[in-house]
T-cell receptor, first 116, second 113 residues
Framework: DTGVSQNPRHKITKRGQNVTFRCDPISEHNRLYWYRQTLGQGPEFLTYFQNEAQLEKSRLLSDRFSAERPKGSFSTLEIQRTEQGDSAMYLC??????????????FGPGTRLTVL | AQSVTQLGSHVSVSEGALVLLRCNYSSSVPPYLFWYVQYPNQGLQLLLKYTTGATLVKGINGFEAEFKKSETSFHLTKPSAHMSDAAEYFCAVIADSNYQLIWGAGTKLIIKP
């Protein structure tokens, strides 16, 4: 078990550019979550997948954001036409989908995005 | 709607002193409650969680938390602070049938030598 990994760890981009982040969950975990965290705040839910199906998207996820999990393993989060307000830490978490939902979410180290 | 309030964005204690980080929640359903810790430049790590059963929950690194339904609280404590406890601590509650976590804003724990 190598844990949840995210790449890149840091990304600096200019306003208007597109960026893509990758998350590799723990291999047996079928649920995968994306969160955004800004300085001094807790994580905010963006979206989650069960296997390859995207089951819910937050209203925070504007049309410029898209997430995929094509084979039910790794996931990508793309932000098009980045804005300075997109600067944040993007966190990925995974867990099993047991009944009751109390299984722990395991987090990756995050990707810190800075939009200049 | 579920929500989490953490009292105090920063808490400062001396090394060896009691740590108390406060968390209050609101939930329309029986809550599942979590404490996570985040060290600088690292991801979130689960400290402990309450689902059902015993209301006093013990976690890693000597931390524990007590679920008090009447007070809608889930405060985190540690009898004796260590320098390595300096980090940001987040309280979270399960939101709904999709089992999404709703997070507090976090409390930064500062340990004075």
């Amino acid at each position: 078990d190598t844990g949840v990994s995210q790449n890149p760890r840091h990304k600096i981009t200019k306003r208007g550019q597109n960026v893509t982040f990758r998350c590799d969950p723990i291999s047996e975990h079928n649920r995968l979550y994306w969160y955004r965290q800004t300085l001094g705040q807790g994580p905010e839910f963006l979206t989650y997948f069960q296997n390859e199906a995207q089951l819910e998207k937050s209203r925070l996820l504007s049309d410029r954001f898209s997430a995929e999990r094509p084979k039910g393993s790794f996931s990508t989060l793309e932000i098009q036409r980045t804005e300075q307000g997109d600067s944040a830490m993007y966190l990925c978490a995974s867990r099993t989908a047991s009944a009751g939902g109390t299984d722990t979410q395991y987090f990756g180290p995050g990707t810190r995005l800075t939009v200049l | 709607a579920q929500s989490v309030t953490q009292l105090g964005s920063h808490v400062s204690v001396s090394e060896g002193a009691l740590v108390l980080l406060r968390c209050n929640y609101s939930s329309s359903v029986p809550p599942y409650l979590f404490w996570y810790v985040q060290y600088p430049n690292q991801g979130l790590q689960l400290l402990l969680k309450y689902t059902t059963g015993a209301t006093l929950v013990k976690g890693i690194n000597g931390f524990e938390a007590e679920f008090k339904k009447s007070e809608t609280s889930f405060h985190l404590t540690k009898p004796s602070a260590h320098m390595s406890d300096a980090a940001e601590y987040f309280c979270a509650v399960i939101a709904d049938s999709n089992y999404q976590l709703i997070w507090g804003a976090g409390t930064k724990l500062i340990i004075k030598p």
